[in-house]
């Protein structure tokens, strides 16, 4: 029996980054028509024709007539909305027969997800985009730009794209790269489904390569020997990123004194989470508040906001403005303070006193318990480590009551023995800790082009799930 291919192509117009569904095309044959809602019934057919392939195929036979290449995928998921799903698509045929693909792979961990890699070629530059509607639209100056900005983006001419498929409140869900969410269900809120018609046959072939490859016992060694590393997780030692990149180390230790790193260390490092150095106040005000924050500002070495400046004038200056109603308060009114802190008015926005990379900021909390009050410094992540340290410092030398959060993991970080994080290309570097078991590892990055074989060999890299046909299949 011989397989039958079938393609659908994608064209673009305009910027690559928008995608006209009526200008798809399906490819039957040599038969070329416009997709159009009598057409979605072709797509079932496609879905069932592509099935239809004999168990020695290799990569090339089945992803040759892939329906889209990886700029095409990327427009259709690179925007996704910060709740999910992103999509909803019936749970039509051609859904169906994608999930009893999928039901064919063992379920893993307790929620039962079904995962696999599913692999697309970089393609064309059209695939890419128009240069000469991009010239006009002034987003490239030459055709050599443009074909760098191309290179630049898919160095690599195979993409892959890790593909997550559970179930729950009913319905089928998918994940591209576990952000871009596809829900399917039959009711009235799906999405155009002609336009991701070729999301879905992409997903169909990916799915069947799967299969086919678990079955032979080689598709594990596939994903082994081709997945990139910068779609794996690992760690590597914070001391060995330096030795590679040591202008990373002169940037983050600008500013600070070796002794400071070691007087932190000696004071907090070894201290129980939470626990306080100096004596606690029986009371406290807002005005004491904004006075510990000046002498962290101060300590850090930020510019004084002006003349004769309060220290209101410096929270004004370097905090988040979401104060909430605290800088409203009688500065000089402990009875103010505690009522305004009885209240619930504060969340986490009013105690920034510094931003960080990305969302992140350092906080200074206000803490009460029965021995008194007392500041908590909480800025255990990179870009805020070092100033973490002079606001503890700063406190502990004005005699204040003061705990640090991650104590331990700051101090080693300072010192370049912290283990980093290294997390798949399709994470954001921040609030990854659910990729890992270590909680001591509360930072992450990327893996960087620059230098990459280096990162590579000196990381430590975690085994990739084993992907299992269901013996029943």
Not at 32 to 58: F, K, W
Not at 222 to 232: A, C, G, Q, T, Y
Request: glycine residues 6%; aromatic residues 12%.
């Amino acid at each position: 029996m011989h397989a039958i291919h079938i393609s659908i192509n994608h064209v673009f117009h305009g910027t690559p980054r928008i995608i006209h569904s009526n200008y798809s095309i399906i490819v039957i044959g040599r038969r070329r028509q416009p997709i159009t809602p009598t057409h979605i019934a072709y797509s079932n057919i496609c879905a069932t024709l592509v099935s239809i392939q004999i168990p020695h195929l290799r990569l090339g036979a089945i992803m040759h007539h892939r329906t889209l290449f990886a700029p095409q995928i990327d427009n259709m998921i690179r925007s996704p909305r910060s709740w999910e799903p992103d999509i909803y698509l019936p749970l039509d045929t051609a859904a169906t027969q994608l999930f009893d693909v999928l039901d064919n792979i063992e379920p893993l961990g307790e929620d039962g997800f079904r995962l696999l890699w599913i692999p697309a070629e970089r393609g064309p530059i059209t695939a890419f985009g128009h240069y000469d509607e991009l010239y006009e639209d002034g987003e490239y100056q030459t055709y050599q730009e443009f074909e760098q900005s191309w290179l630049s983006s898919y160095p690599d001419e195979t993409v892959w794209y890790k593909i997550t498929c559970t179930e729950y409140d009913d319905c089928r869900h998918l994940f591209i790269n576990g952000r871009f969410c596809i829900r399917f269900a039959n009711d009235d809120h799906t999405n155009n489904p002609e336009y991701y018609v070729p999301l879905m046959n992409w997903l169909m072939c990916g799915a069947q390569y799967c299969v086919i490859q678990c079955k032979n016992d080689s598709y594990n060694t596939i994903i082994r020997e081709k997945l990139p590393f910068d779609m794996r997780t690992g760690t590597i030692l914070r001391r060995d990123v330096w030795d590679i990149f040591p202008e990373n180390k002169d940037i983050f230790l600008n500013g600070i004194h070796t002794e400071d790193i070691l007087r932190f260390t000696q004071l907090f490092s070894s201290l129980e989470e939470g626990t306080v150095l100096n004596k606690k106040l029986p009371t406290l005000t807002s005005g004491e508040y904004f006075k510990a924050c000046m002498l962290g500002y101060e300590a850090s070495g930020y510019a004084c906001p002006k003349m004769d400046a309060t220290p209101l004038d410096w929270c004004i200056k370097y905090a988040d403005f979401r104060h909430h109603g605290l800088r409203d308060l009688d500065q000089n009114s402990p009875e103010d303070f505690e009522a305004w802190m009885d209240s619930k008015q504060a969340e986490g926005h009013t105690w920034e006193v510094r931003p960080g990379h990305g969302f992140s900021w350092m906080h200074l909390f206000p803490r009460k318990d029965e021995g008194g009050w007392s500041f908590n410094v909480s800025g255990a992540n990179y870009w805020s480590c070092i100033q973490a340290i002079h606001f503890a410092l700063a406190l502990y030398d004005a005699e204040l009551p003061v705990s640090v959060l991650h104590a331990r993991q700051i101090a080693h970080m300072a010192n370049g023995k912290d283990l980093i994080g290294i997390v798949p290309r399709y994470r954001l570097p921040v609030y990854c800790s659910d990729l890992f078991q270590d909680k001591d590892i509360i930072d992450y990055m990327r893996l960087p082009y620059e230098q990459r074989d280096k990162i590579i060999k000196k990381a430590h890299w975690f085994d990739l799930p084993t992907v299992h046909i269901k013996a029943s299949s």
